[in-house]
């Protein structure tokens, strides 16, 4: 074996040309196989394409949809109190998130507006929740547009990125879910939000190929806080859709 001969040989594993255990799923080591004889996706590079605008060059780890591929509506659309908004986020890879995002056209903060209200989660298609922001409302949010760098014109106007923490980290697995948030209490003028002008039940995001049909934007009425499931069938779809991301 090996160019040795005898009745005992003894080899050495880089005579055989083997590779030590330690070294599979290692850094510097090799790849294995799972039970489909298929490369996890945990040992493949990021799936996102190279050099393009996505949600993670811009401090996201997903979104709904790249707020820039959208038409700009004139003013904010006013949040619905006790509306439960929800936006469809898909993950082609293991994801671990700690906030639910959204895009706002107004808000100026808890401290100027301290009656606001907010819940977030996270919801699988099947409309389990597999994250949320907890069972009492959050009552301490920053503004909107306020982090170094940002045009005056902008800060002034309190637009962009509202983060609501969830209480712990959730380590999405691929497929789709669903972002949700609800303005539990406050004014309808507190907080507007950037949308999609698509206020009709026949809008775009319908649109889908599936054996279970998933819309990726919709609201519920008449849901408190973020409950531990949703009905899907109730979720209604003629209103002007939020942008929402996870990070």
């Known amino acids: 074996m090996n160019g040795k001969t005898g009745p005992h040989v003894t080899v050495t594993l880089a005579e055989l040309g083997g590779i030590p255990t330690a070294q599979r799923g290692a850094a510097s080591g090799v790849a294995t196989l799972d039970s489909s004889a298929r490369l996890p996706a945990a040992q493949m590079p990021s799936a ?16 709904s949809v790249d707020p820039a591929s959208v038409a700009a509506p004139t ?15 898909y993950i082609s890879e293991p994801t671990t998130v700690s906030k639910v995002v959204v895009l706002a056209a107004g808000w100026a ?3 100027a507006v301290p009656a606001a209200r907010f819940y977030a989660g996270i919801y699988t298609e099947s409309g389990t929740r597999v994250a949320h922001s907890g069972s009492a409302a959050l009552s301490s949010v920053d503004a ?46 507190d907080f507007y939000y950037f949308h999609v ?50 990070a």
């Open 48 to 63: 996102a394409p190279r050099n393009v605008w996505g949600p993670q060059a811009l401090g996201f780890q997903a979104w």
């Open 144 to 189: 909107a547009g306020q982090t170094p760098g940002t045009p005056t014109a902008v800060r002034d106007s309190h637009a962009g990125a509202v983060a609501f923490p969830l209480t712990t980290a959730a380590t999405l697995q691929p497929g789709r879910y669903w972002a949700s948030w609800q303005m539990s209490a406050g004014s309808a003028t």
């Open 109 to 111: 903060g808890s401290t």
């Open 197 to 246: 002008q698509t206020e009709a039940a026949t809008n775009p995001s319908i649109f889908n190929l599936l054996p279970t049909a998933f819309i990726r934007n919709a609201y519920i009425e008449g849901v408190a806080a973020v409950p531990a499931s949703i009905d899907k069938a109730s979720m209604r779809v003629n209103h002007d859709q939020m942008v929402m991301a996870l």
């Open 75 to 89: 003013l904010g659309r006013t949040a619905t109190i006790g509306r439960t908004y929800f936006a469809g986020i």
